[in-house]
Structures are given as structure tokens and as C-alpha cells.
């Protein structure tokens, strides 16, 4: 079974650091891309990073120099370093991926993880 699972949520104050991680299990080949989203309370969610097989990032602005994405390949993880966390930043935080398998390529999400921040 493909699955994606996100670890490295919890409660931070302002100005700390956290970072997620996104496995994916299951007979992966590799990872096409990975997303990463998060979704504030009350809001929809939002698009924040992503990172490509040849390795390219893209960042929203709401983001770009704080967060940095970065993979393990050897692991089938993706990362999301999160500094100068902000209260604002506060939401679950969902990935998606697009992944190789020997038969199929799987589009899917995590179950998110709660990133709290506050003082």
C-alpha cells in the first residue's frame, strides 16, 4: 500500500524552528515531485512549497527565506525546515505527492500534522 506519512508537527514559539517530514512507503520507485501545504484554521488550504525530482524548488511568498524543502532519496522523504516561525504560520500542514511506482504513478496526500505557534 502507497501511503504518505508527516511527522515533526507540535507547539513552538514565535522566532523557533520545526521541521517536517513526509515518508513515503509502499514500493516507491522514486518521487516525481512533492508539495507541501498547510491549511490555517478557518482558511483554505494554501499552497507553500514544492520540490521536483531534478531537485527545483518553489516557494509562496508567504514563505520564501524562512522554509527551505529538501529530500532524501535513499529515504523516500521529504523535509520542510521551518524557521522565524510566526503565529501566522499556524496550521496543519498536509503533503502531497507524486509518486513512482514499477505500475502506477500515485497522487496523494498525507494526513497533516498540527503546527502550533505561539508564546
Known amino acids: 500500500q502507497v501511503q504518505l506519512v508527516e511527522s515533526g508537527g507540535g507547539l513552538v514559539q514565535p522566532g523557533g524552528s520545526l521541521r517536517l517530514s513526509c515518508a513515503a512507503s509502499?514500493?516507491?520507485?522514486?518521487?516525481?515531485?512533492m508539495d507541501w501545504y498547510r491549511q490555517p484554521p478557518g482558511k483554505q488550504r494554501e499552497f507553500i512549497a514544492r520540490?521536483?525530482?531534478?531537485?527545483?524548488?518553489r516557494y509562496s511568498d508567504s514563505v520564501k527565506g524562512r522554509f527551505t524543502i529538501s529530500t532524501d532519496n535513499a529515504k523516500n522523504t521529504v523535509y520542510l525546515q521551518m524557521d522565524s516561525l510566526k503565529p501566522e504560520d499556524t496550521a496543519v500542514y498536509y503533503c502531497?505527492?507524486?509518486?513512482?511506482?514499477?505500475?502506477?504513478?500515485?497522487?496523494?496526500w498525507g494526513q497533516g500534522t498540527q503546527v502550533t505557534v505561539s508564546s
Open positions: 509502499g514500493n516507491i520507485l522514486s518521487i516525481n515531485a
Open positions: 502531497y505527492g507524486d509518486l513512482r511506482t514499477p505500475r502506477v504513478t500515485y497522487k496523494l
Open positions: 520540490i521536483t525530482a531534478g531537485g527545483s524548488t
